[in-house]
């Protein structure tokens, strides 16, 4: 396998797992009131004991202004440039029994990040038939939960 794909696929991965990263600390924040300020807690990970980072260094600029990595340009090119890099060194790793769960995981996280429709919609109706969860429809804004007698 070619080097610059083990790279592209390391770049790409590196992006997706800090954005999934500092989206769950955003959204715990939120759900907590904690203001977190994401772009300092980067440039504080920059020269950590534990984390550190040149790639942080890069994101403590775009976190200020755009809190999902994932939307933000300069970074969004770089996935779309090196996917096709991560799908075949994955492919290659699988044929080979070679386990790359970061990779992987990168992977399907981009997959369902991009896609409208995934396979979380039948996960909810196998919620709904294993034990009466309940589900959403898409075509009802209005937020009422639907159960279905399967």
């Not at 294993?130 to 639907?146: E, I, L, M, N, V």
Request: with cysteine; proline share 1%.
């Amino acid at each position: 396998m070619p080097l610059v794909k083990l790279k592209e696929a390391y770049q790409f991965s590196r992006i997706i797992n800090h954005h999934q990263g500092f989206s769950l600390i955003e959204r715990v924040s939120n759900q907590n009131d904690w203001a977190i300020d994401l772009s300092e807690i980067a440039r504080i990970w920059t020269e950590g004991c534990i984390i550190k980072s040149d790639f942080m260094k890069s994101l403590v600029q775009s976190l200020k202004r755009n809190k999902l990595i994932l939307l933000n340009d300069q970074w969004s090119s770089i996935v779309k440039r090196t996917h096709a890099s991560i799908q075949s060194v994955v492919i290659k790793c699988i044929q080979s029994q070679t386990h790359i769960p970061c990779l992987t995981e990168a992977a399907n996280f981009f997959h369902g990040f991009k896609t409208a429709n995934c396979s979380a919609n039948l996960i909810q109706a196998q919620r709904d038939y294993f034990g009466a969860h309940t589900y959403q429809r898409k075509d009802d804004k209005s937020g009422k939960h639907y159960h279905t007698k399967w």
